[in-house]
């Protein structure tokens, strides 16, 4: 079929010409627009696209096209309406790909990059082979860092046979100060490891303003919430307690200066955050931290980092505490593959009460294995925690906890919607102590989700 069409040509209008009446199919008149478009001339590729529009105003090549002319042009609201009339009109998964990336790149333009992450996801979502989804992550990535404004939403529901952090043992010994004897208590209720599943959403709010290639800034504001749900064989345990009566939430906001190395190997921070909590529905404590940090890349495979922070815990319900860590990590890329990190925790409380007082260190390794297991990515870790109380009202020689925490985190990559993928995590963890009521074990299964980029 042939298409008659009066087309502009750049050429002859700069020299004065009358505009000329031509005949061709309409895949020679989108190849002439693609074609301006290459040469720099969206005004002429804008005209042809009204042309085949008109034509066929369900011809998607055609408003893909006219949707980078206009976007060339300037004309970003024109730009994002033909981006969504080729959206509407894709029936193919690359005329998807090709509409939500074409949309993306208009909204970027208008510094609306918030929905221009959302349609690369849609682009991601919709590629039509490897390389064309790479690319699509690949402008997310960098869309994303030039937002300002970063927002991540947090759920997960976990299977846990300990939500209360309650003890596993019946039995406990006390000191009693007043006859300087032990004397053994049977331990009940919400005393004792109850199990059921923990529900947890919260979202994670950050804007960043006055960056340079040097600096930022960020303002934070996370919010976490976690309810419980026992199961039937600890509500025959605990009569009369709820998972609700375990029920936390948190939320806390900060400013957080950021510098990059004169090197640019590395970055210094310096935040601070103020935050409250909540207990089982009633305020628990406020608190406020100060935290230095560093990381800097040694080598194309070794990055070292740490972090200095102080922390004071003040609050109706809460035990008064300051609190002091310093932790550090060393993250190894090894040569047969995967990444190696090691950690090292230490910290000291000093609190009026015998539960805040205390001091401690920590130790843990990591493993990420260079290859998926049946298309799998697996990430395992183990970590173990001394801490010394120097006084208790339960033993005459204080308190002594020994804990240890193995995880395996699968990551699902192939079950990809949208950029999201789904994690499950296998925890286990053991503590003991010279006090019974602080022994505890606990295994939990964590269902999640995350950004696969």
């Not at 300037?74 to 994002?80: K, S, V, Y």
């Not at 608190?287 to 990381?295: I, M, N, P, R, Y």
Request: proline residues 4%.
């Amino acid at each position: 079929m042939w298409l008659r069409l009066a087309v502009l040509c750049a050429t002859l209008m700069a020299q004065g010409a009358q505009a000329s009446t031509v005949e061709m199919t309409p895949d020679e008149l989108r190849g002439i627009a693609l074609q301006s478009l290459e040469q720099g001339r969206p005004d002429q590729a804008a005209v042809m696209a009204e042309a085949l529009r008109a034509r066929d105003g369900g011809d998607v090549d055609a408003l893909l096209i006219g949707a980078r002319a206009y976007r060339d042009l300037g004309q970003l609201e024109n730009a994002r309406r033909w981006a969504r009339a080729a959206w509407r009109h894709s029936d193919t998964a690359q005329e998807r790909h090709a509409s939500a990336l074409v949309m993306a790149q208009a909204l970027a333009s208008s510094d609306l990059r918030i929905p221009a992450q959302l349609w690369l996801r849609r682009a991601i979502e919709h590629a039509p082979d490897e390389a064309s989804r790479a690319r699509a992550a690949r402008d997310f990535k960098y869309v994303r860092s030039r937002t300002p404004l970063s927002f991540q939403i947090i759920a997960g529901i976990s299977p846990n046979s300990n939500v209360n952090n309650g003890s596993t043992t019946g039995e406990s010994t006390f000191f009693d100060p007043f006859t300087r004897q032990f004397v053994e208590v049977e331990l009940g209720g919400a005393a004792l490891a109850l199990s059921g599943v923990e529900q947890n959403i919260g979202f994670a709010l950050r804007y960043r303003f006055g960056e340079t290639p040097m600096r930022a800034t960020d303002v934070t504001l996370a919010y976490d919430y976690r309810t419980y749900k026992l199961s039937d064989a600890a509500k025959a345990l605990a009569p009369g307690v709820k998972g609700s009566d375990f029920r936390t939430s948190i939320i806390s906001g900060g400013l957080t200066q950021r510098w990059r190395l004169p090197d640019r190997s590395g970055e210094v921070t310096l935040g601070a955050h103020l935050g409250t909590m909540d207990y089982g529905g009633q305020h628990y404590a406020d608190f406020g931290s100060v935290k230095l940090g560093a990381t800097r890349v040694m080598s194309p495979t070794l990055r070292l980092g740490g972090t200095l922070s102080s922390e004071l815990t003040r609050g109706p319900r809460a035990p008064h505490a300051d609190a002091g860590r310093l932790d550090l990590f060393l993250q190894q890329a090894l040569a047969e593959g995967g990444v190696l990190t090691w950690r090292l925790e230490l910290g000291d409380s000093r609190s009026d009460s015998s539960n805040a007082d205390y001091s401690e260190i920590g130790m843990g390794v990591s493993f990420a294995p260079p290859n998926p297991f049946w298309g799998v990515d697996l990430d395992y870790g183990l970590s173990l925690r001394m801490r010394d109380y120097d006084t208790s009202p339960f033993s005459a020689d204080g308190r002594q906890d020994q804990s240890a925490i193995a995880h395996v985190t699968a990551t699902f990559r192939e079950v990809d919607f949208y950029g999201f993928v789904p994690t499950v995590t296998l925890r286990a963890e053991r503590n003991l102590s010279n006090i019974g009521l602080y022994e505890s074990d606990r295994i939990a299964t964590e269902f999640g989700v995350r950004s696969a980029f």
